[in-house]
Nanobody
Framework: QLQIVESGGGLVQPGGSLRLSCVASTFTLEYYAYGWFRQAPGKEREGVSCISGNGVNRNYTDSAKGRFTISRDNAKRTVYLQMNNLQPEDTGVYYC?????????????????????WGRGTQVTVSS
């Protein structure tokens, strides 16, 4: 079974940038849709961005639009989340999720229930 591991989190000042990485354990990455989710203390896990299995469709939550960019490099088995102009409200544990369901091949979504494989998360803290 596919396993995924996130990295790239850290402490950054408001207005700063981070790039999160999600590395897959298998070379079948290209058939999987990926999502990035975050969970702030005391809040539910919410979807931030996703990319479809074919890499064409990308979606973002409203707060991420214009600031975050999701991308994938199938050769490196890695999905990235470039986060710019980070704000304190972006603080939380960021999780990468994946699923090979055909419904996600051409169009992804930000519903947690759609993704069956999850990483352990990486902490992002935005603070001055």
């Amino acid at each position: 079974q596919l396993q995924i591991v996130e990295s790239g989190g850290g402490l950054v000042q408001p207005g700063g940038s981070l790039r999160l990485s999600c590395v897959a354990s298998t070379f079948t990455l290209e058939y999987y849709a990926y999502g990035w989710f975050r969970q702030a203390p005391g809040k539910e896990r919410e979807g931030v961005s996703c990319i479809s299995g074919n890499g064409v469709n990308r979606n973002y939550t409203d707060s991420a639009k214009g600031r975050f960019t999701i991308s994938r490099d199938n050769a490196k088995r890695t999905v990235y989340l470039q986060m710019n102009n980070l704000q304190p409200e972006d603080t939380g544990v960021y999780y990468c999720a994946a699923d090979s369901a055909l419904r996600l091949l051409r169009q992804c979504n930000l519903r947690r229930s759609e993704y069956g494989i999850w990483g352990r998360g990486t902490q992002v803290t935005v603070s001055s």
